[in-house]
């Protein structure tokens, strides 16, 4: 003890003997003990009207950190009736593009992100369509009979054309690539024809394999132009079977290409538009004269490819088409008469590209389609005057009006009996009577295909990827 106070002594009076020195004391802003959470901001809610406004910008811009630290913020859709083409990134980091096609109510998230925590915001949109066709209609009965199923044809995406009693699928992949380094896919090199007289179908080779190409039947003779082989280039070939003696020829087309479409009237075939090996589109046009056995050439108001094509008398209408692959789309209505050999160019109110047209009278029917930027599918249906080219009705759907996925060249998905408009969707078909101005559908009992008619009755066909095979449906509404 005695020690203990000794060196305590010594100690203070050591520290007696020098000058006092007050510690110095610098003052600094105290930092957070714990990270706080960001604040994830992404705007209001929306409400946006088809087809004046097809896309919202998702801001999330105003999201912030309480510490200052850096976020990093991202949108993406968690609910809709589809998936909305979505461009994260759009012009600043927050900001998203939402593109739609397609009415229903969709949520998207915002991610804030700092270094530790994460936080999210959720933002509805409600997409409508500006009008209408059917507010108010009755739901009919569909009887539905199967026909029967093709041969093993072990191919989707065929190529196809409808004659007055024949239908015909062509071509078509039979491997598809899934991921990029897959290898390129590989076609068939047969077409299968369902004789609707007899409920029978066979079946003939073409002269080699291929797809994506243009198909029609006229005056019994099937014409086959264009389309990508199994090494991957795009072809000048046009093949012509004749459907009764079951012997064929083969053409050149003036350019290769795919993505075209074809037509006929009266004694001449045309080939319209399509895309080069770079995915292009052109403008160029091939015409075969039957009665001649003789080719020419022209070319459309502006390159495009993936047109639409209907037939009225001796006039053939192209409609719209893109001008590439995902890039532009038309509202150019070229017409070919075939009687004079004289074209002219229309403008349609709509750009589009892969709907459907169909002749009511002397009324064009045009359907669905893309909306533009190669994405969304329309439910838009327009009655056009071919006379005055005035706009009879001009509405929408209840539902979206499936046709992307359908064959190139043909008014197959949408079908006229008489006075009335069938307009084909996934799951069931809507009915427009031009008489009384009244609609009505009918829910199918299995998945809806693309609608044809044959002696007055409407018909379906599908692929059902189960069994690899068609399938043709009579339809009694």
Excluded at 107 to 129: P, S
Excluded at 221 to 248: C, F, P, S, W
Excluded at 278 to 295: C, E, L
Excluded at 317 to 339: E, K
């Amino acid at each position: 003890m005695t020690r203990m106070i000794y060196v305590l002594l010594i100690a203070v009076l050591f520290s007696c003997e020098k000058d006092i020195v007050e510690p110095t004391v610098t003052n600094t802003p105290s930092q957070p003990l714990i990270n706080r959470p960001p604040f994830a901001i992404g705007g209001p809610d929306m409400t946006i009207t088809l087809p004046d406004t097809a896309y919202a910008i998702l801001d999330g811009t105003r999201s912030y950190d309480p510490d200052g630290l850096r976020l990093t913020l991202a949108w993406t859709q968690i609910s809709g009736p589809t998936t909305a083409a979505f461009y994260d990134t759009y012009t600043r980091s927050g900001d998203a593009l939402a593109v739609f096609g397609t009415s229903g109510k969709y949520l998207f998230q915002l991610y804030a992100k700092d270094d530790r925590f994460t936080t999210l915001d959720t933002v509805e949109i409600i997409v409508k369509w500006a009008s209408d066709c059917n507010p108010v209609r009755e739901l009919v009965s569909a009887e539905t009979s199967s026909l029967g199923y093709s041969p093993n044809i072990l191919a989707s995406g065929v190529s196809c054309a409808i004659g007055p009693d024949k239908l015909v699928l062509a071509g078509g992949m039979l491997s598809e690539p899934f991921w990029p380094d897959d290898p390129p896919p590989t076609y068939s090199s047969f077409f299968h024809i369902y004789d609707m007289k007899t409920n029978t179908w066979s079946s003939s080779e073409m002269f080699r394999a291929k797809g994506e190409m243009a198909c029609v039947i006229s005056a019994n003779k099937l014409y086959m132009g264009g389309g990508v082989t199994n090494d991957g280039k795009i072809t000048d070939d046009v093949e012509i079977h004749d459907l009764i003696t079951r012997t064929a020829v083969r053409a050149r087309l003036s350019v290769p290409r795919s993505n075209l479409s074809v037509a006929a009237a009266g004694n001449k075939v045309v080939f319209a538009g399509g895309s080069n090996q770079d995915g292009k589109a052109i403008n160029t046009v091939d015409i075969y004269d039957q009665s001649t056995n003789t080719w020419s050439t022209a070319t459309l108001s502006e390159p495009r490819m993936s047109l639409t094509t209907m037939v009225n008398g001796s006039k053939i209408y192209f409609a719209g088409g893109s001008l590439a692959y995902g890039v532009g789309i038309s509202n150019a209505i070229d017409i070919y008469d075939v009687t004079t050999n004289s074209w002219s160019v229309r403008r349609m109110s709509r750009q589009g590209s892969h709907f459907q047209a169909a002749l009511l009278g002397n009324q064009m029917v045009l359907s669905g389609g893309i909306l533009g930027l190669g994405i969304g599918i329309s439910p838009r249906v327009e009655f056009i005057d071919l006379s005055t080219w005035g706009s009879i009705l001009d509405c929408n759907l209840s539902a979206p009006y499936q046709d992307y996925y359908t064959f190139r060249g043909e008014n197959l998905n949408t079908a006229v009996i008489g006075d009335k408009v069938y307009f084909g969707t996934n799951e069931s078909i809507s009915v427009y009577n031009s008489t009384t101005k009244g609609w009505n559908y009918a829910k199918m009992e299995t998945q809806n295909g693309t609608l044809f008619t044959y002696q007055g009755q409407l018909y379906s066909f599908r692929y059902e990827y189960t069994s690899m095979k068609y399938q043709v449906i009579r339809i009694g509404l």
